[in-house]
């Protein structure tokens, strides 16, 4: 007897409520091979689409749709699959699906709603225009959540590498969704730790910035090995 799929998640595209199109993500506890679903429906129209292993589902092409979902931490679970050589059988993927948080984030992180000082916003604004890291790394301490939406909305993709760069210095903490296009945008940085930062953010694992390490240093070949396994 057939198991039923598991519900991962569902959301609009671009997390457009008005949209008409609907996206989901299912997990088939009893399709090992391809136990990952991606569908889209119209209005009352039934969902189509298909199914994928878990390195398929996880390819570049797909982290807007798993985004969408909420599903992006498929991402990580992935590498870590990758990194053991093996397959994950559907119900080592339903393990590794994070647990929902038991408090509201504002009481988990208070910090990232604390005010920052008044004309905080220009002097980010000065530091990212002159890629002034000593700046950078003061200023990082005084995000918030609304500095965080009004900084990653002035970021553009026909920005000089210099400045974007600089963006990605300051944002290499943060984990809201308006920071991932920066870093999406990252991977293909000449900076390389504009590459490793953007491998933490995207992987949802900021651990793995040690092991990019080599003498302390950010290690250019380690990098370029994370970034390759991350499109993959």
Request: glycine share 6%.
């Amino acid at each position: 007897m057939a198991i039923a799929a598991i519900n991962l998640g569902c959301g609009r595209p671009g997390n457009d409520p008005a949209s008409q199109e609907l996206l989901d993500v299912h997990l088939h506890l009893d399709c090992p091979a391809t136990p990952i679903s991606m569908g889209e429906s119209w209005g009352s129209a039934p969902s189509i689409g298909a199914s994928y292993t878990l390195q398929d589902a996880v390819a570049h092409r797909h982290w807007a749709h798993l985004e969408a979902c909420g599903c992006d931490w498929l991402i990580q679970v992935a590498l870590e699959e990758k990194g053991q050589g093996r397959l994950f059988t559907p119900q080592e993927i339903l393990e590794r699906r994070p647990q929902p948080k038991t408090t509201p984030a504002a009481a988990a992180s208070p910090a990232r709603s604390k005010p920052a000082p008044a004309g905080t916003l220009e002097r980010i604004r000065k530091a990212i225009a002159a890629a002034d890291y000593e700046a950078i790394e003061g200023l990082r301490d005084l995000l918030n959540d609304e500095l965080v939406r009004a900084i990653a909305a002035e970021w553009r993709p026909d920005l000089p590498w210099k400045v974007k760069d600089a963006y990605a210095a300051l944002l290499m903490d943060q984990t809201a969704a308006c920071v991932r296009p920066i870093y999406r945008d990252a991977l293909a940085s000449p900076t390389t730790e504009s590459r490793a930062y953007a491998v933490c953010v995207l992987s949802g694992d900021f651990g793995v910035f040690d092991s990019l390490l080599t003498d302390g240093g950010v290690d250019e070949s380690k990098v370029d090995v994370a970034v390759a396994r991350l499109k993959s």
